[in-house]
């Protein structure tokens, strides 16, 4: 009984970011039915590249939408890696399976958010904020990986991060 309690305690915050990470996509516009589907951020075949990473198409908007930020200050575009898109994937999923707003405890720069409903939201609200708009503005920024994870009622947890 105690080494399947153990295991139950190991295994259960892996099963829970498998089954995150396996979702579907969001639901496309106009259906009202979103609390029943996951934001996916695993990588789709079918999903706009950028750099040398393949992202989802909420990662593609989030990433979009930054540059276009940067654009607006005559900053040059991110570029998506690998790399990075793994650890904010990595820990979206925790801050998901977790329901909590955390940073993670990686050497880069880092935006996080929770409750924006669309990629316009969460960036918005990072402009809106001192310290993430000195993140997604510095120059010394080269490199990011972004990733958005959904809750089964709904909830978006939202993750960003930067590297030279």
Partial sequence: MLVKLAAWFVL???LLVVAISLAADPPPAGNKDSSKAAVAATADPAAGK?????LTEVEQQMLDKT????????????????????TARSHAAWMTNNRTLQHTNQPVGENIAMG????????????????HRANILSS???QTG???????????YWCQQFSP
């Avoid at 950028?50 to 393949?54: F, I, M, Q």
């Avoid at 040059?76 to 690998?82: F, H, I, S, T």
């Avoid at 990733?147 to 978006?156: F, V």
């Fill in 12 to 14: 259960t915050p892996f």
């Fill in 50 to 54: 950028s750099g040398e990473a393949e």
């Fill in 67 to 86: 540059n276009a930020q940067r654009a607006k200050y005559g900053l040059p575009p991110l570029r998506a890696v690998r790399r990075l898109i793994q």
């Fill in 116 to 131: 924006q409903h669309t990629t316009e939201e969460a960036v918005h609200d990072w402009m809106n904020s001192p310290g």
């Fill in 140 to 142: 010394s920024y080269t």
């Fill in 146 to 156: 972004v990733a958005a994870y959904r809750t089964l009622d709904g909830t978006i």
